[in-house]
T-cell receptor, first 112, second 117 residues
């Protein structure tokens, strides 16, 4: 089955700097890669996703990149703000009603 | 819509007791998922349903765990008997469709934090 590895497990960046979280996946048939953000005491919430026919996608300060050959994808957050502090999860799925498998998460701390 | 509703939010019980966690998915969503979150393992998929039918329960840890979905608006996850290693946050999530052509977005509840003493 699919296995998703996520690094780092913890990341601290100065407010205003950029943060990058990286994930790898094992199943070459996976074609849908969402990212979720989990705030304290809440359930995860989708923030951006990318499909295998796209190499990069941006939404304001957030961008995701996908390298299907290497089977890795990344989340980039620019101009970080205090409200970006949270746990971020990457995930992978083969789509077509297949289950979504999550990485173990990255706890992001934005330092003042 | 109120979103995915889980109960209880917190449960503290003693080893050997039965625990029942409840979930009400978003109306109109065809899929329902149960995940378990721990520091060591992150978010683990336990089981998911499509149109009330269990599709994949390969993530259920052992026979002590069972899940049901008697109708489109209600699901339960039961642990009997509970053990200290079952302590975790259990999330329920629902989705309209997972097909690659649709968003495939999962909507999570706020979780049920279980502590087994």
């Amino acid at each position: 089955g699919e296995n998703v590895e996520q690094h780092p497990s913890t990341l601290s960046v100065q407010e205003g700097d950029s943060a990058v979280i990286k994930c790898t996946y094992s199943d070459s048939a996976s074609n849908y890669f969402p990212w979720y953000k989990q705030e304290l005491g809440k359930g995860p919430q989708l923030i951006i996703d990318i499909r295998s026919n796209v190499g990069e996608k941006k939404d304001q300060r957030i961008a995701v990149t996908l390298n299907k050959t290497a089977k890795h994808f990344s989340l980039h957050i620019t101009e970080t703000q205090p409200e970006d502090s949270a746990v971020y999860f990457c995930a992978a799925s083969r789509g077509r009603d297949d289950k979504i498998i999550f990485g173990k998460g990255t706890r992001l701390h934005i330092l003042p | 819509d109120a979103g995915v509703i889980q109960s209880p939010r917190h449960e503290v019980t003693e080893m050997g007791q039965e625990v029942t966690l409840r979930c009400k998915p978003i109306s109109g969503h065809d899929y329902l998922f149960w995940y378990r979150q721990t520091m060591m393992r992150g978010l683990e998929l336990l089981i998911y349903f499509n149109n009330n039918v269990p599709i994949d329960d390969s993530g259920m840890p052992e026979d002590r765990f069972s899940a049901k979905m008697p109708n489109a608006s209600f699901s339960t996850l039961k642990i009997q008997p509970s053990e200290p290693r079952d302590s975790a946050v259990y999330f329920c999530a629902s989705a309209r469709s997972l097909a690659a052509t649709n968003t495939g977005e999962l909507f999570f509840g706020e979780g049920s934090r279980l502590t087994v003493l």
